[in-house]
């Protein structure tokens, strides 16, 4: 059997329950109406967009977002809202309050202002021994999580303030079932020049309404390389983490004590059984060699036994995990690795160039009931292709994904052109739910509030959050028009 959480480990930090779309809410009266796709050929849109009337984003009939803690404005603690707003998860909070956790892509020279301001005048308003990366006090790295205090019932925001600082390249991350927020680095960054620290690292913050910063500790033995996002398994506590690479891998993190990433666990990465050299890109060169020796691309809906081999060294000096991986133990190559969710028994991840037309995929990971002990050997999880549109028109290079409560999977494209929120719903079928009407910016961060009722998202430049709202309820009975 796997390793459970115990109950203890599960319950709620601080009194504040874990409440991404990962809960599974229940939606009565939705059908489950399909959407067929002429493959090849532009399908009609499932929604007629009404245009924004501020400019922000363009969303079916009945459906309304509003704009909070932008980019420049004040905190409650006196610092500026970073830029660049990229991942975050929700958490029950108290008293029916949601509590946001925001991922800020900064780095510590970017023309986008950090918490500090321009330049650095509000650093006195810190405890700067808990600042990872102080770069001398010259350049301190600016990247950053934000805590925000939400009412979905009053849609205000009463409170929002720095909880993480001086890490760099902030992308993605992911809930965990003990309510904290892991924030990933999305850099290889050495300690040298002004830089203090050597940077490629997971961070945890802990979810609360008081403002102040966290200890920023980096969680070294899940591994130093381009990171992007993580989930956790709530029955195990086994991370799995995804890397920005076009020739990254997929792995997980067994944690030493479930609930407790600090003291340490093994690293491993993915392998696909009987295939060499596995190459899950799809590209049209370099694809998978596969007995007897073929070279075709993995199709859709294939599940694939998989198996999971150590990594060791995993600070990486050299940055070269990936190639540990795949040069001398077999793990399978992914295309650029982005954002995952767990939602049941399965971890849905994009990978954002994947395809034969490098256009983006999602995977689906479902463990197995054995996971992580001896007898995963016997009953192995599997690997599927969950789709791979290969037509813009459908999805283009997805980024961050969540699962929606009545089950599709969310996904902010960050595509060359307009960039859209991307439904998919359980039988791999997509349709286009949102427009970024406001410039061509990648979305990012898409979750929904613990109560079902609104859907969180970034404009990253110039940084901006929004709440929608509208009858959830009604998305699977949509008809085409």
């Not at 203090?196 to 309404?209: I, K, L, S």
């Not at 990971?365 to 459908?394: A, C, M, V």
């Not at 439904?423 to 079902?452: C, I, K, M």
């Not at 929004?466 to 028009?481: C, E, S």
Request: hydrophobic share 35%.
């Amino acid at each position: 059997m796997k390793p459970k959480l115990s109950r203890r480990q599960f319950l709620s930090y601080g009194g504040v329950a874990l409440g991404s779309a990962a809960v599974g809410f229940g939606f009565s009266g939705v059908s489950r109406k399909l959407i067929k796709h002429i493959p090849g050929l532009k399908p009609d849109p499932p929604y007629v967009f009404n245009p924004s009337p501020n400019k922000l984003l363009d969303l079916p009939e009945g459906f309304v977002c509003h704009a909070f803690s932008r980019t420049g404005e004040i905190m409650d603690d006196g610092l500026w809202v970073p830029g660049k707003h990229d991942g975050m998860a929700t958490f029950q909070g108290p008293k029916g309050k949601t509590i946001l956790i925001r991922n800020h892509e900064l780095t510590a020279n970017d023309k986008i202002v950090g918490p500090f301001g321009w330049n650095n005048e509000k650093l006195n308003l810190v405890d700067t021994e808990k600042i990872y990366d102080l770069g001398n006090r010259k350049s301190p790295s600016l990247g950053a999580t934000t805590t925000l205090i939400y009412d979905t019932r009053t849609g205000t925001l009463e409170k929002h303030f720095l909880s993480l600082a001086g890490t760099i390249r902030n992308c993605a991350g992911g809930p965990t079932p003990w309510n904290t927020w892991i924030t990933c680095e999305e850099t290889v960054q050495k300690a040298e020049n002004d830089f203090e620290q050597d940077h490629g690292y997971n961070f945890e913050v802990p979810v609360t309404t008081t403002p102040g910063l966290v200890n920023a500790v980096p969680l070294k033995a899940m591994g130093r390389f381009n990171h992007e996002a993580v989930a956790v398994a709530s029955d195990t506590g086994i991370v799995y983490e995804t890397e920005d690479r076009n020739d990254g891998l997929f792995y997980r993190f067994i944690p030493d004590e479930p609930g407790n990433l600090a003291k340490g666990g093994r690293l491993q990465a993915l392998i696909i059984r009987d295939m060499t050299d596995p190459d899950t890109r799809n590209w049209k060169t370099g694809l998978q060699k596969v007995a007897p020796w073929t070279y075709d691309p993995i199709p859709v809906s294939q599940k694939m036994a998989t198996a999971w081999v150590d990594i060791e060294n995993v600070e990486s000096p050299k940055d070269d995990l990936r190639l540990q991986g795949t040069e001398s133990k077999n793990a399978a190559k992914f295309a650029r690795g982005e954002g995952i969710w767990y939602s049941g028994d399965t971890i849905y991840f994009a990978c954002t160039n994947g395809g034969i037309a490098n256009k983006g995929q999602i995977w689906k990971y479902i463990p197995s009931q054995y996971e992580g002990t001896s007898r995963e050997d016997k009953e192995p999880g599997t690997l599927e292709l969950f789709i791979e549109p290969n037509d813009s028109k459908l999805l283009e290079n997805a980024d961050n994904l969540t699962v929606a409560p009545w089950g599709d999977v969310i996904i902010c494209e960050d595509g060359s052109k307009e960039q859209f929120l991307v439904g998919v719903t359980p039988e791999g079928h997509t349709y286009q739910f949102a427009r970024n009407a406001s410039n061509t910016s990648e979305l990012a961060g898409a979750v929904f509030s613990p109560d079902g009722t609104t859907l969180f998202v970034n404009i990253q430049r110039p940084g901006i959050t929004l709440a929608i709202t509208g009858p959830w309820g009604d998305i699977r009975q949509r008809k085409l028009v």
